[in-house]
């Protein structure tokens, strides 16, 4: 019985991590048409939109740590770490998300 609940829990992990993975790949792209859209901007508002654009790929690169700590960590940490992903991410996604509805 044992057996099945890390086997369970195992595939929850690397289902955690196969749709965290898909999720950064899919913000790189999003990520990569803000970076075009913003070398058409020149003066002040290219300053602040690079410096935003800074903010988001820092957000972006912590919620890439996290998940390397939960591909790393152990069975029993894995939960921890998967939450603190998860907040991660939802910083991510609300840093994105007020990027756009400052640069439209």
Known sequence: MNDNTNASSNGNRNEFIDRMKERLDDLDEKIE?????????????K????NRLHD????????????DDV???????????????????NALGNS?????SHFK
């Open 47 to 50: 300053k602040e939109y690079e």
């Open 56 to 67: 988001l790929r820092e957000k972006r690169r912590e919620a890439k740590r996290k998940l």
């Open 96 to 100: 994105f998300n007020y990027f756009k």
């Open 33 to 45: 048409e803000l970076k075009q859209k913003g070398d058409k901007l020149e003066g002040e508002a």
């Open 71 to 89: 591909q790393s960590a152990s069975e029993e940490k894995w939960q921890q770490f998967k939450d603190e992903a998860e907040h991660a991410w």
